[in-house]
């Protein structure tokens, strides 16, 4: 089938060039292709097995021959084709109406030279066009669609990053950010969560800060779909539009993304997950931390190292069932030879026993600490009752130079 459709598409082309020779002899100059050419990516959408491209060609009048030709159309159909202005992630109103694809053949030709507005569009104007096409089922069914892909300024470049995005309050539910590249330099973000809950819809946002230190809104992201678990954003700038944003600029952006169980609670999150400078390398210490005064409370605490060398402390204790944060420390010295000076506040553990910190710097500011500084570090946890209480220890253990 996709042999016949390639020799359908070549007769095609050639009825046309036969059709231009002939205006040539009857009417003057014929129109032609000049030999460019540029072909987009048409994905699937509503149908996994119907996918295609569409091939821009120069015509040496200066306008252009866009040819459709997807793969899976039924026979028999027959659906509506047209360039929108802006990203498919963001959705526009209709540039050009094009030629409806022929389900039979997945084919669809037409002379561009204009939008429908009646403004000039030249073949070069099409390669630096900020658009997406879409193809619909049917004319009864625009809603529908069976392909789509963007293209001029919106094509991707096939360069892309992705980055975990981890469970939160449901354990069920983690999923991946996927940033891709444009040739304009702004950004895809494509969410892909599992196991969502069905019609739920959940927003999304990239924030400043480490998701340890929490922080304001940067970007607000297209809201997840429950039923697919899905959103896509095209990101060019920050919300307030203080800054523009590139692809350069959101793999070194200092941020975490969060996915909120829905408008009504923002404060319970599905997923969570550091993106740019503060994603994890995959380089991780773990030590103990014992018990002490308070009878079966023990776990660890773990160096997590990040793309700028900074660190992520993540303490997760067992048996901590009484209620209260627990305030936390890095001292200087090791437990043999405690008590020694607080170095660095952690944040607090909770009631369940979780603490986690963005650690990058001594209290008193007078040197950093990277990720090779702490694991080689003189130093040793206390983990605190309360901060009433700062004698009775929760626990406790030696880290870095000190550690097991």
Known sequence: MKNLRFISYLLALTAFVLVSCDDDDNDGPGVLPTGQSKTFALSSVADPAISGTATFNALDNGSTSIEL????????????????????????????????????????????????????????????????????????????????????QNELTGMSKDFALASVADPNIS????????????????????????????????????????GGIAVTLGIVDGNTGMSKTNVSML???????????????????????????????????????????????????????????SGTVDFRERVNGETLVEINLTGTTF??????????GSVAEAPGAI?????????????????????????????????????????????ADLGTLVAQGDIGANGN
């Open 69 to 152: 030709m997807l793969n899976g159309t039924p026979d028999g159909g027959s659906h509506p084709a047209h360039i929108h202005f802006n990203t498919a992630a963001e959705g526009g109103d209709i540039a050009v109406s094009l030629t409806s694809v022929d389900g039979s053949t997945g084919m669809s030709t037409t002379i561009v030279s204009a939008t429908d507005a009646g403004d000039p569009l030249t073949y070069y104007d099409l390669l630096d066009f900020d658009g997406y096409i879409n193809v619909h089922f049917s004319a009864d069914d625009l809603a529908t669609l069976v392909a789509q892909g963007d293209i001029g």
């Open 175 to 214: 999923g991946t950010a996927m940033f891709y590249e444009r040739v304009n330099g702004e950004t895809l973000v494509t969410l892909a969560l599992e196991n969502t809950p069905a019609e739920g819809m959940h927003p999304a946002h990239i924030h400043f800060n480490t998701a340890a230190e929490g």
């Open 239 to 297: 919300d307030d539009g203080s800054m523009m944003l590139k692809y350069d600029d959101l793999l070194d952006f200092d941020g975490y993304i969060n996915v909120h169980l829905s408008a009504d609670d923002l404060a319970t999150l599905v997923a969570q997950g550091d993106i740019g400078q503060n994603e994890l390398t995959g380089m991780s210490m773990s030590y103990d931390l014992n018990e002490v005064d308070v009878a079966g409370v």
């Open 323 to 332: 209620a209260g944060d627990h305030p936390t420390h890095i001292h200087l």
């Open 343 to 387: 170095a660095v506040t952690l944040t607090s553990v909770n009631a369940m026993g979780v603490s986690k910190s963005n650690v990058t710097i001594l209290d008193d500011g007078s040197a950093m600490l990277s990720y090779s500084d702490l694991v080689a570090f003189d130093g040793y946890i206390n983990v605190h009752n309360s901060a």
